[in-house]
């Protein structure tokens, strides 16, 4: 079956940079467009940014254009986010996901990891 794994989160100041990395197995990681999603407590998952099968195309949720950036190694099953300039805002659990179609539509991905908490305190 398909397993999604998240690492690379952790407890950072404001400022700071932390980049997640997300493994795929299970899967033909290639033929797959992936996406990033959080929640935070007593909200909805919401979209951060996605990239189709070969990374030459990626979108981005407006709270986080600039700042983040995602990427991917099919050589690896790995898809990355790498995040600067963190908030106390971007506080949340972190999901990495796999879609059928090139997608920022939350129900559209089919596939979810468990997730890895991200923590920016002020």
């Known amino acids: 079956q398909v397993q999604l794994v998240e690492s690379g989160g952790g407890l950072v100041q404001a400022g700071d940079s932390l980049r997640l990395s997300c493994t795929a197995s299970g899967l033909t990681f290639r033929n797959y467009p992936m996406g990033w999603f959080r929640q935070a407590p007593g909200k909805e998952r919401e979209f951060v940014a996605a990239?189709?099968?070969?990374?030459?195309?990626?979108n981005y949720g407006d709270s986080v254009k600039g700042r983040f950036t995602i990427s991917r190694e099919n050589a690896k099953n790995t898809v990355y986010l790498q995040m600067n300039s963190l908030k106390p805002e971007d506080t949340a659990v972190y999901y990495c996901?796999?879609?059928?179609?090139?997608?920022?539509?939350?129900?559209?991905?089919?596939?979810w990891g468990q997730g890895t908490q991200v923590t920016v305190s002020s």
């Open positions: 990239i189709n099968w070969s990374g030459g195309w990626t």
């Open positions: 996901a796999a879609a059928w179609a090139t997608t920022v539509r939350r129900n559209e991905y089919h596939s």
